[in-house]
């Protein structure tokens, strides 16, 4: 019995130290690779520290040699296996990695066992490009794209925001390995809007979307249309054409001379801002009988300019004969009158090389001003043309045709005009308000309104006010309309003349502009 004690004691002194004793080596598990994907993965095991601090990593490469491995994590000195998982990345696409977890504390090392994973294949790679050849209507769509050695086709999302709406046909990156432009045009865009664009790459390997690129169309400039020359004449022509504003507010006018290079227009004229066409023309004058003429319509706007087509016509009559000599001023007309303007055409044969020429007019035939003087240089017959403003309506004008040379002065012969009588407008209606402040002896009657009308120079003249007991005035008075059309008036009155109420009338008398309004009236009750 004692010997069994005294063995049983034996076996536990051996056993003691080995209780006591710090941990050995720490064991690593590798488990499986997950989340991967051209470039990356994670890897995941276990690591057991067996009671001692411990770290570990990940080793890895395309052999069984590694030559890679990860920063190194803390285990901590836990007894017990517990998970880990390391993110690695910068992988070759396509290509099989092996890997294993290694754990090291100060007893050791523990490798776990050799795994290996499959990247996958690069899809292709997009880099956007800003727009080239962007129009009006129209804009070309680029980008870089490397396929990554797969075939690989683009197309182009495009629209007015991010979620595009639209796509350009397919076309063909190749299947190389390095970077190559592609580039589409994506039509039927609106003028000055914006709009975006990605590349969209899709190869066997996968689609890779570009990043967005935001563009702005330009403005469209009006489009012009010539027309044909209508009531052509031995002196003059009707030329007509036709005008697309765009939205813009556009003028236009005519060029025309005996040939292509013109040099002489009709004065502008205003087309609108619409969005559909104006068929639009003028008449001009003081042409050479039988003689071909070459003409464009031009538009203008912020937007730009267009010039259309060229045509031509010839006046009806025959030519002076090569003998003939046309003198320095052959005719003069006006016309386009309006009530407040004309245009004065005339024929001049310049009889030097520099020529300065200019219209007198007046009411009278002393005439008493001048347009604006302007030189020509070279000989041969040409048209002339001046635009005057500001003419009173209703009114008889004299006007000739004057030539300055360093020979002398040439004037032409006199001649008349009449501008145009005025159609007066009619207001679109007249606001009144009222009111009364009482003392126990006056009754003070406020009156203000607007006249309302779109017209330019409408806003003078008066409006007569006029106080009414029943069918008796009691005040009238004419108040002035001030600039912006409106107008405000006070009158005072006896307590005794009012009552309890009176009726407060407005009656604009119109002006030269606009017709007189019948009167507008309001109760106004007296406390």
């Avoid at 060229?310 to 006006?334: E, V």
């Avoid at 309302?452 to 006010?465: D, T």
């Avoid at 005794?496 to 008398?509: D, I, K, N, P, Y």
Wanted: charged share 10%; aromatic share 6%.
């Amino acid at each position: 019995m004692r010997t069994s004690v005294a063995a049983a004691l034996a076996v536990l002194a051996l056993a003691a130290p080995s209780t006591l004793a710090a941990g050995g080596a720490p064991l690593a598990s590798t488990g499986s690779a997950s989340s991967v994907t051209a470039s990356t993965a994670v890897i995941s095991g276990t690591v057991d520290p067996n009671g001692s601090a411990t770290t570990y990593q990940v080793q890895y490469g395309t052999s069984a040699a590694y030559g890679s491995a990860t920063a190194p994590g803390t285990a901590g000195s836990g007894t017990a296996a517990a998970p880990i998982s390391v993110p690695i990345g910068g992988l070759a696409p396509g290509s099989t990695y092996h890997y294993r977890v290694v754990a090291t504390n100060s007893s050791g090392s523990g490798d776990g066992a050799d795994a290996t994973f499959t990247t996958a294949k690069a899809p292709p790679s997009v880099t956007p490009l800003a727009p080239g050849s962007v129009t009006a209507t129209s804009a070309l769509a680029a980008a870089n794209v490397n396929p990554n050695g797969v075939a690989t086709s683009v197309t182009f999302q495009y629209g007015h925001t991010t979620g595009y709406g639209s796509s350009s046909a397919a076309t063909s990156a190749g299947a190389g390995t390095s970077p190559l432009r592609v580039q589409a045009t994506v039509a039927g865009l609106a003028p000055g809007t914006s709009y975006h664009y990605r590349a969209v790459a899709t190869s066997a390997d996968g689609t890779t979307y570009g990043a967005d690129t935001a563009f702005a169309t330009a403005k469209a400039a009006p489009a012009a249309t010539t027309g044909a020359a209508s009531v052509v004449l031995t002196d003059g022509a009707r030329l007509t054409g036709a005008v697309l504003p765009g939205g813009v507010e556009t003028t236009y006018q005519f060029q025309y001379g005996p040939t292509a290079a013109y040099g002489q227009q009709t004065p502008l004229a205003v087309a609108g801002a619409g969005t559909t066409k104006v068929n639009v023309g003028t008449t001009i004058s003081g042409l050479a009988a039988g003689t071909l003429y070459h003409y464009r319509l031009v538009a203008i706007s912020p937007d730009g300019t267009t010039a259309g087509a060229d045509a031509a016509f010839t006046t009806t009559g025959n030519p002076a004969s090569a003998g003939a000599q046309l003198p320095p001023i052959s005719r003069t007309t006006a016309v386009a009158i309006t009530s407040s303007s004309v245009q004065l055409d005339g024929a001049i044969n310049p009889p030097a090389k520099s020529t300065t020429w200019w219209f007198e007019y007046g009411p009278t035939a002393a005439y008493g001003s001048e347009s604006i003087r302007q030189t020509m240089s070279g000989l041969g017959a040409r048209p002339v043309n001046v635009r005057l403003a500001g003419l009173a309506a209703s009114t008889a004008f004299h006007y000739r045709l004057e030539l300055q040379t360093s020979s002398g002065l040439y004037v032409g012969p006199d001649a008349t005009f009449t501008t145009k009588a005025i159609v007066r407008g009619r207001p679109s209606g007249l606001t009144l308000s009222a009111s009364a402040s009482a003392t126990p002896h006056s009754v003070a009657i406020s009156a203000s309104g607007t006249l309302e009308s779109s017209l330019p120079g409408a806003c003078n003249g008066v409006v007569e006010v006029a106080v009414m007991r029943g069918a008796d005035t009691i005040s009238l008075r004419s108040i002035p309309l001030r600039g912006d059309c409106t107008y405000a008036g006070r009158v005072s009155l006896p307590r005794s003349a009012t009552g309890h109420r009176v009726s407060v009338l407005a009656h604009f008398t119109g002006n030269a502009t606009l017709l007189a309004l019948a009167a507008r009236s309001v109760v106004v009750r007296i406390r």
